[in-house]
């Protein structure tokens, strides 16, 4: 039994004087000190532990501790002093984040008007966020855990009885820029406001000739006027009952379901032995439902295999059969097309929803589907059991350094590895220059790049090459890039690749100034004097030391309908008994690369990097 829920800011996790701060708790039991002496405990052992060595679950003097990390140093805690079942608290932790999310950040709200679709959007979770919204945060509490014991973490029921709207920052969007234009003139505004008057004249006679439910806040249109603490009485049974996550009376003037099939790549490739190091994918199945009542939806993959167990039993599927573009061009050669390929999927985790006995028996996924938005099905591949996959994107790159001109040469070849008619946007390749080993020049910062595709430029804070290409096709066979920096300094040829090696560390630990030289040096910096800068640049090219990692290449992609790992939807079918409606389908596959560092839970993040070793290097 939980003895209390705490949301937790963690500051300069970092630095030695780190501690967190609690923002907002309910304590559900009288066992627990106060909430400053009981983090102050957590504080202690949190610090004193490595990066690798951090777990969900911290035990001090007999209070146990379970938390996840979150965006902007946010942590979901929950402290009991009895034994808990700790799969449990993580899973109530990662759901209870997640409503947070959507009731909070805008990009996962749904429901929304066209207008305010168009606005900017609160992307991740904010610590002024949780404290400007602090009614809305307890009335979670409340709902989502009772006494200690889990209740009810849906946010697709939760939002239909919880009607506080979310306090967010306004941001400046449109409709700032035209009050003030439209300010500046008496005579504009009385236009303008006739022209609103007789568009809400119309807009209120077309909302009374297309009344067609009574109240369904999915179509805002069909509504006269919506009221925002309207409560259909249903859900107070439907929490209850078998059928939890969906409430009945949904009506929708437009069936439609919308499913996304979106693969990160976990890829990491060392340029040193040629030889691939981990090429996984995670995936997820997203899907958005806009459906009437009931209906009762049946899904079929490509693959014979989804739960792990073989069906002897052969079955006909009925129905809507889908046939891509892309199923069609793989069954082109008939040879290939006999000979099954067997796609290694593995950890794949449904939603609740989902009935799994016909995904055992008929291998095919039937579920009725909450409404809005949710995650189906989350699963893992990996590619390195399918030799015939190739890298969607592979480089060479190649550092020449010039020590008699005290210039380094940054030269990369990209070549791209799927279907011709397929593009690549967004790709950004970040090349670091480390500087450890050079010292780029502040006081003659001559940067010169040549590329055949996209721009370059030169990031000083993270000291690193950016090269943004915006769209790419596939069977590429050469893209070339080529910049040049002047450096103030670089490391010896001997030193240089022992220390690519990693051999020796001493560059690593230089030691630092004394406090009285480093405050008088600060000093003659800020006002420019005895000879020394007022330039940022040797204090970021120091910071930039600490703070980042310079043995990788990281790359990040899209690439719109591919399907990495080969598993596709081939079956669709919807069924609702009682209305009897004709369903849209709409299917979509993306394929990303995201190297996202910040410990988040509401993006999925991934790698694909390349790593550097002593013959990417060439002095002359």
């Known amino acids: 039994m939980i003895s209390g829920l705490f949301l937790v800011h963690w500051a300069e996790a970092e630095s030695l004087y780190a501690h967190s701060e609690v923002l907002l708790y309910r304590q559900y039991h009288n066992d627990l000190p106060h909430p400053q002496v009981l983090f102050g405990k957590f504080d202690s052992v949190y610090k004193l532990q490595e990066e690798y060595e951090r ?89 989502c855990m009772d006494y200690g014991i889990v209740q009810l973490t849906d946010y697709n029921i939760l939002k239909e009885y919880i009607k506080v709207e979310a306090n967010r920052p306004k941001l400046v969007g449109v409709e700032s820029i035209d009050a003030d234009s439209s300010s500046d003139s008496s005579s504009d505004e009385e236009t303008t406001k006739k022209k609103k008057n007789k568009n809400k004249h119309k807009k209120t006679i077309k909302e009374h000739k297309n009344v067609k439910s009574t109240h369904n806040q999915a179509v805002k249109t069909d509504v006269i006027s919506p009221e925002s603490t309207y409560i259909n009485s249903s859900i107070l049974r439907s929490s209850a009952s078998s059928i939890s996550w969906r409430p009945k009376g949904i009506f929708y003037a437009k069936n439609e379901i919308f499913i996304d099939m979106i693969e990160s790549c976990e890829f990491a490739y060392d340029l040193e032995s040629q030889f691939i190091k981990r090429n996984e994918i995670r995936g997820v199945c997203d899907v958005k439902c806009y459906l009437s009542g009931m209906p009762l939806c049946n899904l079929g993959f490509n693959e014979t295999k989804i739960s792990g167990i073989a069906s002897s039993d052969d079955f006909d599927l009925e129905g809507n059969q889908l046939t891509s573009v892309e199923v069609e061009d793989a069954e082109e050669d008939q040879s290939s097309a006999k000979e099954h390929t067997h796609v290694p999927i593995s950890n794949v985790q449904f939603h609740q929803c989902v009935d799994l006995s016909t995904v055992y028996r008929n291998n095919l996924i039937k579920f009725i589907p909450a409404d809005h938005k949710f995650t189906l099905m989350s699963y893992r591949v990996e590619q390195q059991k399918q030799r015939r996959k190739l890298p969607l994107i592979m480089l060479k790159p190649t550092y020449v350094v010039n020590t008699a001109e005290k210039t380094v040469q940054v030269m990369c070849e990209l070549s791209t590895h799927f279907k011709k008619r397929l593009r690549a946007n967004n790709i950004q390749i970040v090349l670091p220059i480390d500087p450890h080993i050079f010292s780029p020049s502040a006081s003659n910062p001559d940067f010169k790049y040549k590329a055949q595709s996209g721009d370059v430029s030169y990031k000083i804070d993270s000291s690193s090459l950016l090269w943004n290409i915006e769209s790419l096709v596939g069977s590429q066979s050469s893209v070339k890039m080529m910049a040049q920096l002047n450096l103030d300094s670089c490391l010896e040829t001997k030193e240089l690749f022992s220390y690519i090696r990693r051999e020796n560390t001493q560059f690593k630990n230089r030691p630092q100034p004394q406090e009285d030289d480093a405050g008088i040096d600060s000093l003659d910096q800020f006002y420019g004097v005895n000879g020394a800068s007022s330039s940022l640049a040797p204090k970021l090219h120091e910071l930039s030391k600490k703070t980042h990692n310079y043995s990788d290449i990281n790359v990040k992609f899209t690439i719109p309908m591919l ?9 669709v079918k919807v069924e609702e008994e009682q209305m009897k409606y004709t369903c849209f389908p709409w299917i979509r596959y993306l394929t990303q690369s995201n190297y996202d560092t910040s410990l988040s839970q509401t993006n999925m993040s991934s790698n694909y990097v390349f790593n550097l070793g002593p013959s990417s290097f060439q002095v002359i």
């Open 55 to 143: 777990t969900p679950f911290i035990s001090v003097d007999g209070i146990n501790f379970a938390y996840i990390p979150g965006d902007n140093g946010i942590f979901v805690v929950v402290v009991s002093r009895k034994n808990i079942d700790a799969m449990s608290a993580v899973l109530f932790l990662h759901q209870f984040y997640g409503t947070l999310c959507h009731y909070l950040c805008d990009s996962n709200t749904g429901g929304e008007s066209a207008s305010e679709a168009n606005k900017p959007r609160l992307q991740k979770l904010h610590k002024d966020t949780i404290i400007d919204n602090f009614n809305l945060v307890y009335e979670l509490f409340d709902e």
């Open 563 to 571: 399907s990495y790992s080969g598993l596709k939807i081939t079956y």
